[in-house]
């Protein structure tokens, strides 16, 4: 209340005093209850173009100014009820919550040591430029954490978004899908949809793979010429679309995993990662399926256990022995599913001619006699020779086609060729934020928050465009979520970011 | 005399009357970064602080307008009497302010003491009720320490003492003095206030300023000033893009070459047809 009392001494000579801003006296804060909340309309008619010192001019300015200044000397002033007390720690740069979290706390903020903790960019919302801009749109804005990038062998699994399904379906918040692709409005459409389709087909190839020992044998083979059909070999034709049915089986054994990943994390009382960063190259799983004799386990590693979790040896036969071994009882709708799928397993017994093949001679000349057939137009004068013709006979022979076949320069995509070296740091650039969109903020999980809309780059006005090598670095390590770059000019945010391009081919010359 | 706290080279305005001051009284306009109290969830209008551009605070402290000052550290004096005080004043206002509610209660009661008259009137004709049980509340009204208005101050609350910032040498707050680009844009910006000019921040029309007639509030800017060193290359694609740009959104592209004499050279550019 008085100021003099409460000025500190003068530490220097030469030390100037910042003057207090305004205090609010408590008829102020108390009149501030029944002030305006709406901003005023701009509507002092068009800009103009030269000054020309009439009155009615000044008029307008007076005007304009004396808004802006009633705007900007308002103060803050809030309900006590609805405010949260925090304390700052310098030394660790988090504020630790002492009430509980309001609202707010559905999309800010991570505990750590049992403690509710936010950045200070969170709590104090005032100076980092673009975390307030994107703040005041509407965004929930996070920050990036590299821990949880993905390794190349984590996104051909595709874990995350397995992961996050399993979190969905539990909750029943959302339907199972975890892209909100159809959201997205055009200008951040992923530039690559051919990117995205071989993306897809990976995931399904590969996730079969850890569920390979549960599968019934006869299965194995069709799989392993599904491997084979992406290399475009003659083979004789095995119907690609067997797929998606083979999917689904291992997809869910696939949840189950990642489901225990995330408990180990919350056992560990830390929310702030959702994902753990395993090497899976690394990590052996034991093969508990009932055939398997081998059923003596290993203490896990030390360094893979959460901090309060112990573990020991244990031969894990009596339990296998309780194992439910019954068959799965299907119900009428899932028996039709499969049904409908059977279809599209292209069996090779099913094949008449393959049927009246005695042995492997014959099952083999068959195969010969189709190849053959197949290229019957092929004259060998032509085929059998170091140098044959650009193209088959029975390829379609589109204008495209051909082109793809002669061009010595491959296109290339920024988030292809990365390899170790490249993804070692180079220059300063770093991904700051995640950003994902309002109208997500309902259903937006701190724990497991999906799919970010973009991700940010914060870079100022005069530092250089990012280099290829960054710039490839920065886009692998987003992934599939696109990356923006917000330039800050004192003050000002601008954004921008590379869109993937290829050329289009002109067909009609 | 005004004070501006400057951190890693930015300038920073916390008062509204001394952000008034430099737009009315030195055409120093500056830019609102903060969230506006009345609208936090929008950025069409923006609050305190106003950032400086560099050139600004310089011109500040040149002309002696306002002293440049590192902002003041975190008081090293003991915390928790710091936040016990707080505390007190706290308390000192809730019995200030559940006075005041008190009052205001009462002074709407007496004002509406005709009409409730009237309504008590026309009830004793029906129904007898009691009328105690208002009269009761009325003594002693509600008002929970959650219902009690705090200010989240904008400003530091406290007077606080600074170091003055030395802005002829360079150093990790001020990291502009000595910088060539600085100096050149400092020269321009000077010369174009002289003559009386508004500047703003021009990047977003690829420029260094842009040169308003008058407050920008009201006016349009002519020129997109463009600061180029009196001995540099000028590109000839470069002159195309920003004389092009400049025409599109009806500016005219300035080029300001600071002279050894101290004077600055303009050379305006605009697009026209053979005649």
Redesign the interface.
């Known amino acids: 209340m008085e100021p003099a009392l409460e000025q500190p001494q003068q530490p220097e000579p030469q030390a100037v005093l910042v003057p207090a801003g305004r205090v609010l006296s408590s008829e102020e804060l108390f009149a501030a209850r029944s002030r305006d909340q709406k901003l005023p309309l701009r509507s002092h008619g068009q800009k103009v173009f030269l000054p020309d010192g009439s009155e009615a001019q000044e008029e307008q300015l007076q005007l304009c100014r004396q808004e802006l200044w009633t705007l900007l000397a308002e103060e803050r002033v809030e309900r006590r009820g609805s405010l949260v007390t925090a304390e700052w720690s310098p030394q660790h740069g988090v504020v630790t919550l002492k009430t509980f979290a309001g609202k707010f706390w559905q999309t800010m903020g991570f505990s750590e040591g049992g403690q509710q903790r936010l950045y200070p960019e969170e709590a104090v919302y005032l100076l980092e430029c673009v975390f307030s801009h994107l703040k005041r749109l509407g965004y929930v804005v996070r920050r990036f954490q590299p821990g949880l990038v993905q390794s190349p062998y984590e996104r051909q699994l595709n874990l995350e978004s397995s992961s996050s399904e399993k979190w969905h379906g539990k909750r029943k918040r959302r339907n199972s899908s975890p892209r909100p692709a159809d959201k997205k409005p055009k200008a951040l459409e992923n530039p690559l949809p051919e990117a995205d389709g071989t993306h897809e087909d990976q995931t399904t190839s590969v996730q079969s793979a850890p569920d390979q020992n549960s599968r019934s044998l006869e299965e194995k083979p069709q799989e392993a010429s599904h491997k084979n059909n992406p290399e475009g070999s003659n083979q004789p034709p095995e119907s690609p679309s067997q797929v998606p049915g083979q999917a689904e089986h291992p997809g869910r054994t696939l949840k189950e995993g990642g489901g225990s990943c995330s408990t180990a994390m919350d056992d560990n009382g830390n929310d702030r990662a959702c994902k753990p960063r395993w090497d899976f190259e690394k990590i052996a799983f034991p093969n508990m399926a009932c055939d398997r004799p081998h059923t003596l386990l290993l203490t896990p590693a030390p360094e893979l256990l959460p901090g309060n979790v112990t573990a020991r040896e244990i031969d894990a036969a009596p339990w296998c022995q309780k194992l439910n071994q019954r068959k799965e009882k299907l119900s009428r709708r899932e028996k039709e599913q499969q049904r409908g799928t059977t279809p599209f397993r292209n069996d090779v017994n099913a094949d008449p001619e393959v049927r009246r093949c005695t042995s492997w001679r014959a099952y083999k000349e068959l195969l010969q006699r189709r190849w053959q057939r197949k290229t019957w137009n092929c004259p060998p004068n032509l085929w059998d020779q170091p140098v044959t013709p650009l193209l088959n006979p029975g390829q379609p022979a589109s204008p495209a086609t051909v082109l793809q076949q002669i061009s010595l320069l491959q296109t290339t995509h920024l988030t292809e060729g990365i390899d170790g070296r490249l993804l070692e740091k180079s220059g300063d650039m770093e991904i700051s934020f995640d950003i994902y969109q309002a109208d997500s903020v309902s259903s937006f999980r701190k724990n497991d928050p999906g799919r970010p809309y973009a991700r940010m780059c914060i870079s100022g006005f005069d530092e250089p465009v990012p280099d290829l090598r960054t710039l490839k670095r920065l886009s692998f390590q987003s992934g599939d979520v696109p990356l923006i770059f917000a330039l800050v000019d004192h003050g000002d945010i601008a954004f921008y970011s590379f869109r993937d391009f290829t050329l289009p081919v002109d067909l009609a010359h | 005399m005004l004070?501006v706290?400057v951190k890693a080279g930015q300038a920073l305005v916390?008062?509204?009357?001394a952000?008034?001051t430099l737009?009315?009284r030195l055409g120093v306009g500056g830019?609102?970064?903060?969230?506006?109290?009345?609208?936090?969830?929008?950025?069409?209008?923006?609050?305190?602080?106003l950032?400086l551009?560099p050139e600004e605070a310089r011109l500040l402290a040149e002309i002696g307008a306002a002293?440049l000052?590192t902002a003041?550290r975190?008081?090293s004096?003991p915390q928790a009497q710091a936040a016990a005080a707080y505390r007190r004043?706290q308390e000192a206002?809730f019995r200030?302010?559940r006075a005041?509610?008190a009052e205001?209660r009462q002074k709407r009661l007496k004002d509406l003491a005709e009409h409730i008259a009237r309504g008590r009137a026309k009830k004793q004709r029906g129904p007898p009720e009691s009328g105690q049980g208002e009269e009761g509340a009325g003594l002693q009204p509600p008002f929970?320490?959650?219902?009690?208005?705090?200010?989240?101050?904008?400003?530091?609350?406290?007077?606080?003492?600074?170091?003055?910032l030395d802005w002829h040498h360079p150093s990790p707050d001020w990291p502009h003095a000595g910088n060539p680009?600085h100096e050149l844009r400092y020269r321009v910006y000077k010369d174009l206030w002289e003559r009386g000019y508004f500047l703003t921040?021009g990047?977003?029309f690829g420029g260094d300023f842009l040169v308003y007639?008058?407050?920008p509030?009201?006016?349009?800017a002519?020129f997109v000033a463009q600061c180029c060193a009196p001995g540099d290359p000028l590109p000839l694609p470069d002159l195309v893009c920003a004389g092009r740009l400049g025409t599109n959104v009806r500016k005219t592209l300035l080029l300001c070459s600071p002279q050894p004499d101290g004077s600055v050279a303009y050379t305006s550019l605009h697009w026209a047809g053979l005649p």
């Open positions: 004070v706290e916390w008062s509204a009357e952000a008034r737009r009315e830019r609102p970064v903060g969230s506006l109290a009345r609208g936090p969830r929008q950025n069409a209008r923006l609050g305190l602080p950032l551009l002293t000052v003041p975190r008081e004096g004043e206002g200030e302010q005041l509610a205001a929970p320490e959650t219902a009690m208005l705090v200010q989240l101050p904008t400003a530091r609350p406290r007077p606080a003492w600074a170091r003055p680009a921040s990047g977003k007639p008058g407050d509030l009201r006016y349009h002519h």
